[in-house]
């Protein structure tokens, strides 16, 4: 009975407050991190960097299929995760990511492009592993209704809730979100805090009274922002209603795929020759026409020409 009645406090004192019987809510988020078959080496160490910067998530083996994406449904259900941040790899050159939450949705489709991992850009930033970030959202997520999806979206993927797995109890790392040319531009900052110095510059160790915070006796600090990486932007295409399915609830008239833009480029590269080959051809007949060529049509000799008048 002893241990019942401990099983039955701990769960009665989690659910309510010190002071009175109103219940605690508990954000409790969990992400899986996996990806498709076909992800090249860059893809590879972003998905690596985003899961040693979120300490709540799980990453999982390749998915085997493309097509059908409701499977990771049933793994997320699996892995006990709420969350779903799938990268699908196409033709070895495209990335794009899905977020979802797992069962009822929504899920969003974005394309990832100008990826830089941590490892290729070598900034001197850094932050405790496991610790949490403050996400930095632009002003223009409050402006649309589907900014404002994503940016509840990216809430719950990205923002590590306190007292999560592996999680320290930290902050000092800023996670950036904004908004420019219809994309999502993502950096990762360390927040970095310096005293400030007491002496002058020519030496002297005169002693200067340090300026305070209001209300405290700690010194006032120098705070600064170091980039850590990675950096990437996201091109929203479709927010679907449902995970990984349902109706379409927004759709991005204005997103061009790569692969168009690879095809149009590949026709344009394809004209320039045609246009030359046309001109040879045409440069070719009027040199038959005009009888220049030494083994083509010769020109037909009138009855005026010094060759008949002087045979």
């Avoid at 300490?55 to 449904?73: E, F």
């Avoid at 922002?225 to 990437?232: H, N």
């Avoid at 109706?247 to 790569?258: D, G, L, M, T």
């Amino acid at each position: 009975m002893a241990t019942v009645y401990k099983s039955l406090s701990k769960g009665t004192g989690s659910k309510t407050d010190q002071g009175g019987d109103t219940p605690v809510r508990k954000n409790k988020q969990r992400v899986l991190i996996l990806s498709s078959r076909g992800v090249t080496y860059r893809h590879r160490h972003l998905l690596n960097d985003l899961y040693s910067l979120l300490p709540h998530s799980r990453k999982d083996a390749k998915l085997d299929t493309k097509t059908k994406l409701y499977q990771l449904n049933e793994l997320a259900e699996l892995y006990n995760c709420n969350n779903v941040m799938f990268f699908e790899a196409r033709k070895g050159k495209d990335l794009y990511m899905w977020l979802s939450k797992a069962p009822n949705g929504p899920t969003i489709k974005m394309h990832a492009q100008n990826l830089h991992t941590m490892e290729e850009l070598n900034f001197s930033g850094n932050c405790l592993k496991g610790s949490r970030p403050l996400l930095s959202f632009d002003a223009t997520f409050d402006t649309q209704p589907h900014w404002q999806v994503i940016k509840e979206v990216f809430l719950h993927t990205f923002g590590v809730p306190k007292g999560a797995r592996k999680s320290k109890p930290f902050i000092d790392h800023i996670m950036a979100f904004t908004i420019a040319d219809g994309k999502i531009w993502v950096r990762c900052y360390q927040i970095n805090e310096t005293e400030p110095s007491k002496g002058k510059p020519d030496g002297t160790q005169e002693e200067a009274p340090m300026p305070t915070v209001a209300g405290s006796n700690k010194k006032e600090t120098n705070i600064s922002l170091v980039e850590i990486g990675p950096r990437f932007v996201l091109t929203p295409i479709v927010i679907l209603e449902g995970s990984f399915g349902g109706p379409v609830i927004y759709e991005n008239r204005e997103f061009v795929s790569p692969n168009q833009i690879r095809a149009e480029l590949r026709v344009r590269r394809a004209g320039k020759h045609i246009r030359r080959e046309d001109q040879g051809a045409e440069r070719t007949s009027k040199r038959e026409e005009l009888g220049l060529r030494t083994h083509g049509k010769q020109k037909e000799k009138s009855e005026l020409d010094d060759s008949v008048l002087f045979a």
